[in-house]
Nanobody
Framework: QLQLVESGGGLVQAGGSLRLSCVAS????????MGWFRQSPGKEREFVGS????????NYADSVKGRFTISRDNAKNTVYLQMNSLTAEDTAVYFC??????????????????WGQGTQVTVSS
């Protein structure tokens, strides 16, 4: 059973940056594609970005391309989400997820097996 713990959320002004971290434990981190999702009040949870087990492939939602970067450090069992040029529309609870795959950077929520509790990101305009 893989456990995921996110950190790094907080309050930031529009145009600012934050880096989220997600530490995995209790399993083989390199067996998993890792993803970030987010959910705003009153909205469905949506895909933000994902990364293949070796970091060799990434995918991003159109809304964050060019602003967000996902990376992972397999030695530390950690995946990161660097968020730049933040806007109020980025305000959400951000979730880290792990999907069992060594082939792709998964994008569908249904493909993910484990989820973190989420970390709040609030962008003030």
């Amino acid at each position: 059973q893989l456990q995921l713990v996110e950190s790094g959320g907080g309050l930031v002004q529009a145009g600012g940056s934050l880096r989220l971290s997600c530490v995995a434990s209790g399993g083989t981190f390199t067996a998993y594609s890792m993803g970030w999702f987010r959910q705003s009040p009153g909205k469905e949870r949506e895909f933000v970005g994902s990364i293949r087990w070796d970091g060799g492939r990434t995918n991003y939602a159109d809304s964050v391309k060019g602003r967000f970067t996902i990376s992972r450090d397999n030695a530390k069992n950690t995946v990161y989400l660097q968020m730049n040029s933040l806007t109020a529309e980025d305000t959400a609870v951000y979730f880290c997820a792990a999907g069992f795959s060594r082939v792709a950077a998964l994008q569908k929520q249904s493909e993910y097996n484990y989820w973190g509790q989420g970390t709040q990101v609030t962008v003030s305009s």
